[in-house]
């Protein structure tokens, strides 16, 4: 049996390289990670434009700022998407709107809000203009050729924009592990179906397959029964298909654990069994190109070491630069007292004070966990620890973080 800081740090240790790129639409490549620098194809802005509905003015040579006052001859209309075709001499000017193409021997836009109508072709300012006023000028942001997000950038919904606003319609981004997701046990039903006076209902199998969205690809999820055939047959089918492996149940010391046997004797380990509560029959490790779980069945165990253990690989499989859950350090609300020899791993909630466990902490209880924004993270040597006192606090992916 290894720490908890040790098992983690074997599995970020496991992840060499991420997997290959592959081209997606723009449209979908949120929350992914780009395999390759991106470069401007254009200039953004693409042609100088006006950031006001107002007239774009032509200075005389020399002036830098027209006052108040001065009297502008107007000379047309410019909207969006169209230009304007004839030339403007100084103290002339066009009607223009946001984003419309200025007239290149423009100089300012005079805000709608500062002008005054003198007739139907002439207008007067009502308080100075400056020189570049109001004008976006082509390239500003952006130049043509300029490496404009670097390879590794995770890219959110204004990177999925900004991809958009260059023209381009797919991006290398890294693609997502596939994974197979088996759960174990006689005892299990899914909901909605007849369920016997021993028998439970199928949480993992939601719970994960849940976490797992946006995360990979699941290729395909079973449940399997309480056999070694099915158990072996299972893992050599998924074994040929997949990037990732996760068993729940089966991984403990029970005459019917086949997960655990299966696995100890076709998979390479990496570790099994963790000194941290909950979870500590976790199986890691490997065959080929392919990582194995065997997750506890227990379905707090399983949440807790999937966000432990199996977000971060998949994170690093994607290629994402901070594949751990996010950590920070809280001051404990009330007092806690556990048994020294674990990490334990507890249901909490973040508030504006602090952080607060939560009631319910059993490996079989999600009532607590459906309530859970943060696991608190308690060291293994530690017995008492105080109200007060900063504690480690990992932060999950979903779910309310303070109240």
């Not at 001499?89 to 002008?115: D, N, S």
């Not at 807790?304 to 253990?309: D, G, L, Q, S």
């Not at 508030?351 to 607060?356: E, F, L």
Request: hydrophobic letters at 40%; proline letters at 8%.
């Amino acid at each position: 049996m290894i720490s908890f800081r040790e098992a983690r740090e074997r599995v970020r240790r496991a992840v060499a390289k991420p997997l290959s790129p592959e081209m997606v639409p723009v449209e979908e490549s949120v929350d992914r990670i780009l395999a390759e620098d991106v470069v401007s194809p254009v200039d953004l802005p693409f042609f100088t434009n006006s950031a006001m509905d107002g007239v774009a003015v032509v200075f005389p040579p020399g002036v830098r700022v027209l006052p108040a006052g001065t009297g502008i001859t107007l000379r047309g209309t410019v909207r969006a998407g169209t230009a304007f075709s004839g030339n403007l001499q100084p103290l002339e000017g066009v009607w223009v709107f946001t984003g419309a193409p200025v007239p290149p021997e423009a100089h300012g836009v005079a805000m709608r809000e500062i002008l005054e109508p003198v007739s139907e072709n002439r207008v007067r300012l009502k308080r100075s203009l400056a020189r570049g006023e109001h004008i976006r000028r082509k390239g500003e942001e952006i130049r043509r050729g300029q490496r404009v997000l670097r390879k590794g950038t995770v890219l959110t919904p204004a990177g999925v924009g900004f991809l958009a606003a260059m023209g381009l319609a797919r991006v290398a981004v890294y693609r997502r592990p596939r994974v197979a997701l088996f759960t174990t046990g006689d005892e299990v039903v899914l909901p909605g179906e007849p369920r016997g006076e021993a028998q439970i209902y199928n949480s993992n199998r939601f719970a994960l397959a849940s976490a797992l969205r946006g995360l990979a690809e699941t290729v395909y999820h079973r449940h399997l029964p309480d056999e070694r055939a099915a158990v072996e047959e299972a893992l050599e089918k998924a074994l040929n298909s997949v990037d990732v492996v996760l068993f729940t149940g089966g991984v403990s010391a029970g005459d019917h654990d086949h997960v655990r046997d299966v696995l100890r004797e076709r998979i390479t380990p990496v570790f099994y069994k963790v000194a941290q509560k909950p979870g500590k029959p976790l199986f890691f490790g490997s065959a080929g190109d392919t990582f194995v779980f065997g997750l506890p069945g227990n379905p707090v165990s399983a949440l807790v070491c999937f966000y432990e253990y199996v977000y971060p690989l998949l994170r690093a499989l994607s290629g994402h630069p901070r594949p751990d859950l996010p950590v920070l350090r809280a001051k404990l609300l009330h007092d806690v007292e556990k048994k020294p020899g674990r990490t334990w791993l507890l249901r909490g909630v973040l508030t504006s004070r602090g952080v607060r466990i939560l009631s319910g902490q059993g490996s079989h209880m999600m009532a607590a966990f459906a309530r859970a924004g943060v696991l608190v993270v308690l060291p293994a040597r530690r017995r008492r620890f105080s109200a007060g006192e900063r504690v480690t606090v990992h932060r999950l992916p979903t779910g309310p973080h303070r109240d």
